[in-house]
């Protein structure tokens, strides 16, 4: 095993940096990550997968696993409460105050031996947390569910996909020294122990499986709203285009069924079924998040940001020849284009609120990418930071994506709110981690099961324009049903 730093590289970064990662890596060729996670953290009460295996180059190099340290902070609208060994620690009725919590450590820079997230913070936020960085009123939750919620990690496995290197990573408390290197060393050296156990376990007895005996029938999952209903709104959404309120709206309808097996089990179907570059799995004490995202919302390495919208939406085919024509029609379409392009230019838009002037470029323009059950096209954005933007300020450029609104934002979110029924919770809000140093990484949540009391819901949408049919919008949205439901409902 090779150890990073040395001795004499941490006690010189110690001077100048107040939290100073060590890391422990070995080549392990071939390495399933969920194996590993399912061994090592089945039991934890809080613990995270965030996967990146699956999809293009530029995406899919690092999977990253582990639990939470004692502290949680949640966010319930104007109010956030820090946790800490699940006893309240602090009360914050200031929001802004309470995300300086999250944000990145200034006496915490980039390490050279570790150019990627190495600690900090993962969790999500959700849809209606938009109401925290606008003046806008969005239902409030019906299940108790936080609006926003991460778990602070100070120990991380990353696997690095393309270097086949596992590496267990430490970052200590603040005020560091010499000594902690040789305790970090010993607890990597522990800790490679069970990951020896547990990689000879998987070697030998296969993966854990667990028999699901309630999976439930595809007829118990049931929508919120039936074909004629979200049809009449799709033609209110039209009416608000045509009067000049907005130019395009995502709307989005709601499945639910009865859920009481293994919710890891259900990560393991959903990523056999619709394998995805932004996937994961966070348990937090009363709920589960499940996704098989394809969409990131942003991504910060040092002063730079990046967004990767998606619009743009055709099934696929099992025939070839039928699975080239759609997405040829798909690339061609002028309606899909034109909406494409707006969203393109509401997130440079965006990152423009962040970024140095003229900065801001699309460095990738509208490719397709192809999934399991859907294929989409793709723009990736980039920009340089100005100085010193924090979590807050980013989120409130940012978030939520407007792939998932419309646009403009705030007036799509306000129509949203009048004909969606119910909330949309974590669907359409964005889970990821964000670093002591300055890394970032929040997905959009799509493709994505939420797991509480008893129940399993994901919502779907479809983004309404001028010319939409609204047939053919429903129909989409049970195109990017069909995954949830196939791994809902599916022995595998």
Same mark, same amino acid.
């Given at each position: 095993?090779?150890?990073?730093?040395?001795?004499? @590289?941490?006690?010189?970064?110690?001077?100048?940096?107040?939290?100073?990662?060590?890391?422990?890596?070995?080549?392990?060729?071939?390495?399933?990550?969920?194996?590993?996670?399912?061994?090592?953290?089945?039991?934890?009460?809080?613990?995270?997968?965030?996967?990146?295996?699956?999809?293009?180059?530029?995406?899919?190099?690092?999977?990253?696993?582990?639990?939470?340290?004692? @502290?949680?902070?949640?966010?319930?609208?104007?109010?956030?409460?820090?946790?800490?060994?699940?006893?309240?620690?602090?009360?914050?009725?200031?929001?802004?105050?309470?995300?300086?919590?999250?944000?990145?450590?200034?006496?915490?820079?980039?390490?050279?031996?570790?150019?990627?997230?190495?600690?900090?913070?993962?969790?999500?936020?959700?849809?209606?947390?938009?109401?925290?960085?606008?003046?806008?009123?969005?239902?409030?939750?019906?299940?108790?569910?936080?609006?926003?919620?991460?778990?602070?990690?100070?120990?991380?496995?990353?696997?690095?996909?393309?270097?086949?290197?596992?590496?267990?990573?430490?970052?200590?408390?603040?005020?560091?020294?010499?000594?902690?290197?040789?305790?970090?060393?010993?607890?990597?050296?522990?800790?490679?122990?069970?990951?020896?156990?547990?990689?000879?376990?998987?070697?030998?007895?296969?993966?854990?499986?667990?028999?699901?005996?309630?999976?439930?029938?595809?007829?118990?999952?049931?929508?919120?709203?039936?074909?004629?209903?979200?049809?009449?709104?799709?033609?209110?959404?039209?009416?608000?285009?045509?009067?000049?309120?907005?130019?395009?709206?995502?709307?989005?309808? @709601?499945?639910?069924?009865?859920?009481?097996?293994?919710?890891?089990?259900?990560?393991?179907?959903?990523?056999?079924?619709?394998?995805?570059?932004?996937?994961?799995?966070?348990?937090?004490?009363?709920?589960?998040?499940?996704?098989?995202?394809?969409?990131?919302?942003?991504?910060?390495?040092?002063?730079?940001?990046?967004?990767?919208?998606?619009?743009?939406?055709?099934?696929?085919?099992?025939?070839?020849?039928?699975?080239?024509?759609?997405?040829?029609?798909?690339?061609?379409?002028?309606?899909?284009?034109?909406?494409?392009?707006?969203?393109?230019?509401?997130?440079?838009?965006?990152?423009?609120?962040?970024?140095?002037?003229?900065?801001?470029?699309?460095?990738?323009?509208?490719?397709?990418?192809?999934?399991?059950?859907?294929?989409?096209?793709?723009?990736?954005?980039?920009?340089?930071?100005?100085?010193?933007?924090?979590?807050?300020?980013?989120?409130?450029?940012?978030?939520?994506?407007?792939?998932?609104?419309?646009?403009?934002?705030?007036?799509?979110?306000?129509?949203?709110?009048?004909?969606?029924?119910?909330?949309?919770?974590?669907?359409?809000?964005?889970?990821?981690?964000?670093?002591?140093?300055?890394?970032?990484?929040?997905?959009?949540?799509?493709?994505?099961?939420?797991?509480?009391?008893?129940?399993?819901?994901?919502?779907?949408?479809?983004?309404?324009?001028?010319?939409?049919?609204?047939?053919?919008?429903?129909?989409?949205?049970?195109? @990017?049903?069909?995954?949830?439901?196939?791994?809902?409902?599916?022995?595998?």
């Amino acid at each position: 095993m090779d150890f990073l730093p040395d001795k004499k @590289k941490f006690i010189h970064l110690t001077t100048s940096l107040s939290r100073v990662p060590v890391c422990g890596e070995e080549c392990i060729s071939s390495l399933d990550p969920f194996l590993l996670y399912q061994e090592l953290f089945k039991n934890s009460k809080r613990s995270f997968l965030l996967e990146s295996g699956k999809g293009p180059p530029e995406t899919a190099r690092f999977s990253i696993f582990g639990e939470s340290n004692s @502290k949680q902070l949640n966010f319930y609208r104007k109010k956030a409460i820090l946790y800490e060994n699940g006893t309240l620690k602090n009360e914050f009725n200031n929001i802004e105050e309470a995300f300086r919590i999250l944000d990145f450590d200034k006496n915490t820079q980039h390490i050279d031996y570790l150019p990627h997230f190495w600690g900090g913070w993962v969790g999500f936020v959700g849809y209606e947390a938009g109401a925290l960085f606008e003046n806008i009123n969005l239902q409030t939750s019906s299940n108790g569910l936080p609006d926003i919620s991460f778990m602070e990690v100070e120990q991380l496995f990353l696997y690095d996909h393309q270097s086949h290197k596992l590496k267990f990573i430490i970052s200590g408390e603040n005020k560091i020294k010499e000594s902690d290197y040789v305790a970090f060393i010993g607890e990597i050296k522990r800790v490679w122990k069970n990951v020896q156990l547990a990689l000879e376990k998987i070697n030998s007895e296969g993966p854990l499986k667990t028999i699901s005996k309630n999976n439930p029938p595809p007829t118990s999952i049931k929508s919120n709203l039936n074909k004629n209903d979200y049809m009449q709104k799709v033609e209110k959404a039209k009416t608000y285009i045509r009067e000049g309120d907005i130019y395009q709206a995502n709307l989005s309808q @709601k499945f639910d069924t009865p859920f009481d097996a293994d919710p890891l089990e259900l990560y393991r179907k959903l990523r056999k079924v619709n394998p995805s570059p932004f996937s994961g799995f966070l348990k937090f004490d009363k709920f589960v998040l499940v996704s098989s995202s394809p969409e990131r919302l942003i991504k910060v390495s040092g002063d730079t940001i990046e967004s990767r919208p998606i619009a743009g939406t055709r099934p696929r085919s099992k025939v070839a020849s039928e699975d080239k024509a759609l997405s040829k029609e798909l690339l061609l379409n002028d309606k899909e284009r034109a909406e494409h392009l707006m969203l393109v230019d509401l997130e440079r838009n965006d990152l423009g609120r962040l970024c140095k002037t003229g900065s801001v470029v699309v460095t990738d323009f509208m490719f397709l990418e192809k999934y399991s059950h859907v294929s989409h096209i793709v723009s990736n954005i980039s920009g340089s930071l100005l100085p010193n933007q924090n979590i807050f300020d980013i989120l409130k450029a940012t978030f939520p994506g407007g792939t998932i609104t419309g646009c403009p934002k705030i007036r799509c979110m306000e129509i949203i709110n009048e004909l969606e029924p119910v909330e949309r919770g974590p669907y359409s809000g964005s889970f990821g981690y964000i670093g002591y140093a300055p890394y970032m990484d929040l997905n959009i949540i799509i493709r994505s099961i939420i797991i509480s009391n008893g129940n399993a819901s994901f919502h779907v949408g479809a983004g309404i324009v001028a010319d939409s049919i609204p047939e053919k919008e429903y129909q989409e949205t049970l195109d @990017k049903a069909a995954a949830m439901v196939e791994a809902l409902s599916a022995e595998q």
